[in-house]
């Protein structure tokens, strides 16, 4: 089960640099505070169907039926998710990215993707917020038909624009690198990319499969700060545990 706690992600205003890039542990819901939610997935709806329903939220009836008590019905997965951020609660999962460094995933973000995000339905993941700021693009997955009140489910940040990026201040050329490099290692984790490891510096380590990388320009592989070992693929790093001196702590 997942919590959400206080707070109202307001305190969590972006600086220039990498200020993003961990998120403390009592940021603990886009919105509001008090839900419990489950770690359950999106199902599989209908895509058809789901493309052509309206995103807007139901409210009750017009004319003679308002002030009535309209009994809720129940959302089925082809139903467009709510964009009302304080609905939503956070899973465990998402509680952990917003733990990690290099995942410049924020209760704040979450909001802002919730709210003004574009909407695609993704048969692997479900529902997707996604929203482009800065040249940076802000990806949010959610559910809010299999747990007793909507749920973000998991977040990711990609490169939409590496000029825009740098040029907007908000992340430095380290931090564009590492979003760059994280979205490299996911899009095809079975295949090794040393071509679209190399041209990146990343030198404030992030965290996969726990392990702690980073790289430097002209390397083919990331490398773990603790336990040494090099990597060339997404896989090759969840795979192997990592036996370095703070692993067992």
């Known amino acids: 089960m997942a919590s959400r706690q206080g707070g109202s992600g307001a305190e969590e205003v972006p600086r220039p640099g990498s200020t993003e890039r961990r998120t403390a542990p009592h940021a603990a819901s886009p919105e509001a505070d008090g839900r419990r939610a489950s770690t359950a997935r999106p199902g599989s709806p209908d895509t058809a169907a789901a493309r052509g329903r309206s995103t807007a939220p139901r409210g009750r009836p ?15 997965p082809e139903d467009p998710p709510l ?4 609905l939503y609660a956070l899973t465990n999962h998402f509680h952990e990215r917003l733990e990690q460094p290099g995942r410049y995933v924020s209760t704040r973000t979450v909001t802002e993707a919730i709210r003004r995000g574009q909407l695609r339905w993704n048969r692997t993941d479900g529902w997707r917020f ?36 740098l040029e907007a201040g908000r992340f430095d050329p380290v ?11 996911s899009e095809t984790p079975e295949t090794t990319i040393p071509d679209r490891i190399r ?29 040494g070992c090099r990597f060339r693929s997404k896989e090759a790093i969840t795979s192997r545990r990592c036996r370095g001196p703070s692993a067992g702590r």
């Not at 017009?62 to 089925?76: A, E, L």
């Not at 929203?131 to 998991?154: C, K, Y």
């Not at 931090?175 to 290692?185: K, Y």
């Not at 030198?203 to 700060?225: Q, S």
């Open 83 to 86: 964009r009302d951020p304080g």
């Open 175 to 185: 931090d564009v690198d590492t979003i760059g490099l994280r979205a490299a290692l």
């Open 130 to 165: 996604a929203l482009v700021d800065g040249g940076i693009r802000f990806v949010v997955v959610v559910s809010d038909t299999e747990t007793d009140s909507p749920v973000v489910v998991t977040g990711w940040t990609e490169v939409a624009d590496r000029e825009a990026a």
């Open 62 to 76: 017009p004319g003679p039926d308002r002030g009535r008590s309209v009994p809720p019905r129940s959302r089925t």
């Open 199 to 227: 041209p990146r510096a990343v030198t404030r380590p992030f965290v996969v499969g726990g392990h702690r990388l980073e790289t430097d320009p002209g390397e083919p592989f990331v490398r773990c700060v603790e336990c």
